[in-house]
């Protein structure tokens, strides 16, 4: 089962940058003075030109939405809940932490991320997690905006909850689309955007990325970054640790992760590798419960889209009524896809049984 993966989707949005520059067109200096007292300031998500009607919904009045949810964020019982049937799950933590551990220490992980994820073995420990694609040194801003939320969050949960709570951000490694990764776009001393992409190398657009060896045209990509990027007291320590990470002969899954550790982990976030072989084995019945009723999932899926749909908002996902949640990683990645009617499934042009995938 180790070449199958089980794959979630979720909807793309504008960067943030798309909209910077008519927004904030300022060059005043931001003092540095570590006595300059910062306050917070609310955005009304509903002034955003890209915001959609459900994200605004789930922040703003989440009672039109809470059957879709298992429960209210803002409300401390269900966090209660929730933390009780993490704990109840049953889970490989030995197994699974170590493993996690060993993608840790590859990527040379600091040791407060070392730290952080030896507390998943506890029984008692959580994880808070978020995650996105491998983006291009880091990709758009809102990728660091996550992580940067799970770790707080995580921190707020474990104080309010007196309970063990870890942040991990989880890489979407098997996702195939190239063009979506391979740019970085940054705003120039003008404030306007400047988009810098990578080649593409061997595999690129077919390979999940978690398997796309970066290229001399990383180097190339660096050198560019270095021409658009406003000088500042931080642009010199920025292009030396992307440099570090991003390097000719790591895929860019790697190059991803090594990139969040070092800015992040000593925070204590844990980056996970999602397209490591070795956690397959610890999901093997998640994956056989879907083979197992070929179709459920997506009729699931498609239930709730037309639900949100019926009310003012958009489907979230559009499955196909044959396929299943998982795909099969072979040097590809290609859809599996139910027969109807028989106890097989379809990969390309072949067919296969259930006890072939499991």
């Known amino acids: 089962m180790s070449d199958a993966d089980c794959c979630t989707m979720e909807p793309s949005a504008p960067s943030i940058l798309d909209s910077a520059r008519p927004v904030c067109k300022s060059t005043k200096a931001v003092p540095a003075d570590s006595t300059t007292s910062t306050n917070r300031l609310a955005i009304d998500l509903s002034r955003l030109p890209w915001a959609r009607p459900l994200g605004i919904d789930y922040v703003e009045n989440f009672s039109k939405l809470s059957d879709f949810y298992a429960g209210d964020p803002a409300q401390p019982e269900a966090w209660r809940a929730a933390i009780a049937r993490a704990q109840q799950h049953p889970r490989d933590r030995a197994a699974l932490t170590a493993a996690i551990t060993a993608q840790q220490k590859a990527r040379k992980a600091p040791p407060a991320?070392?730290?952080?994820?030896?507390?998943?073995?506890?029984?008692?420990?959580?994880?808070?997690?978020?995650?996105?694609?491998?983006?291009?040194?880091?990709?758009?801003?809102?990728?660091?905006?996550?992580?940067?939320?799970?770790?707080?969050?995580?921190?707020?949960?474990?104080q309010d909850h007196k309970v063990p709570a870890v942040p991990v951000f989880w890489i979407d490694a098997e996702d195939h689309d190239w063009e979506e990764v391979r740019g970085c776009s940054v705003l120039d001393s003008d404030l306007d955007v400047r988009t810098v992409k990578v080649g593409v190398p061997e595999g690129a657009g077919e390979k999940p990325v978690a398997r796309v060896t970066l290229d001399a045209s990383i180097a190339t990509a660096l050198e560019d970054l270095k021409n658009v990027l406003p000088p500042t007291e931080f642009t010199g320590e920025v292009l030396e640790q992307l440099g570090k990470a991003?390097?000719?002969?790591?895929?860019?899954?790697?190059?991803?992760?090594?990139?969040?550790?070092?800015?992040?982990?000593?925070?204590?976030?844990?980056?996970?590798?999602?397209?490591?072989?070795?956690?397959?084995?610890?999901?093997?019945?998640?994956?056989?419960?879907?083979?197992?009723?070929?179709?459920?999932?997506?009729?699931?899926?498609?239930?709730?889209?037309?639900?949100?749909?019926?009310?003012?908002?958009?489907?979230?996902?559009?499955?196909?009524?044959?396929?299943?949640?998982?795909?099969?990683?072979?040097?590809?990645?290609?859809?599996?896809?139910?027969?109807?009617?028989?106890?097989?499934?379809?990969?390309?042009?072949?067919?296969?049984?259930?006890?072939?995938?499991?």
């Open 113 to 158: 991320a070392l730290a952080s994820s030896a507390r998943l073995a506890d029984p008692k420990s959580i994880a808070i997690v978020t995650g996105q694609q491998a983006g291009l040194f880091g990709g758009p801003i809102y990728t660091l905006l996550k992580a940067i939320t799970t770790v707080t969050l995580a921190k707020k949960i474990e």
């Open 246 to 358: 991003y390097t000719e002969g790591v895929t860019m899954t790697h190059a991803f992760g090594a990139w969040i550790d070092a800015i992040l982990g000593p925070l204590g976030l844990v980056v996970f590798d999602c397209s490591d072989k070795a956690i397959k084995p610890l999901v093997a019945s998640l994956f056989a419960r879907e083979l197992e009723f070929p179709g459920r999932t997506a009729a699931l899926a498609s239930q709730a889209g037309a639900a949100l749909v019926a009310r003012g908002y958009h489907a979230q996902v559009t499955p196909t009524q044959d396929g299943i949640a998982l795909f099969y990683l072979n040097g590809g990645r290609d859809p599996i896809k139910h027969v109807p009617g028989f106890d097989a499934f379809s990969i390309g042009e072949r067919i296969v049984s259930t006890a072939d995938l499991i």
